[in-house]
C-alpha cells in the first residue's frame, strides 16, 4: 500500500507562488504516476499535472507554463510549483498514485486548500 500527505497549501495573492508537496510512503516502488488533482467547489475534479516513473510530465492546458512537477526520489516527495496564480486556481489540491496501471489512481492523499485571493 501507499500512504500519501500534502503539504503546503495556503493563502496566497493573485499573481503569487506556492509550492505543494505530496509524501509518499509505504511500497513507493510500485508507484508508476504520481498526479496532483484539483478540486473547486461546485465543479468537477480536474487532473492538473502527472508525473511517471521516469520522470515524463504532463499538464492540463489551464496550468501550462504556470504549475510545474517534480519529484525527489530520495525524499520519495512530489511537488508542485505553482506560479502566476489566480483566484480561477482555488482549490483542495490532492495527489494520488497510480500503482497498478498508469491511468487509474489506487492511492489518495486528503488534500491541501489554495485560496487565492483577487
Known amino acids: 500500500q501507499v500512504q500519501l500527505v500534502e503539504s503546503g497549501g495556503g493563502l496566497v495573492q493573485a499573481g503569487g507562488s506556492l509550492r505543494l508537496s505530496c509524501a509518499a510512503s509505504g511500497m513507493t516502488n510500485s508507484i508508476r504516476v504520481m498526479g496532483w488533482f484539483r478540486q473547486a467547489p461546485g465543479k468537477p475534479r480536474e487532473l492538473v499535472a502527472t508525473?511517471?516513473?521516469?520522470?515524463?510530465?504532463t499538464y492540463a492546458d489551464s496550468v501550462k507554463g504556470r504549475f510545474t512537477i517534480s519529484r525527489d526520489k530520495a525524499k520519495n516527495t512530489v511537488y508542485l510549483q505553482m506560479t502566476s496564480l489566480t483566484p480561477e486556481d482555488t482549490a483542495n489540491y490532492l495527489c494520488?498514485?497510480?500503482?497498478?496501471?498508469?491511468?487509474?489512481?489506487?492511492?489518495w492523499g486528503q488534500g491541501t486548500l489554495v485560496t487565492v485571493s483577487s
Open positions: 508525473i511517471t516513473r521516469t520522470g515524463s510530465t
Open positions: 494520488a498514485a497510480a500503482v497498478r496501471t498508469p491511468g487509474e489512481y489506487d492511492a
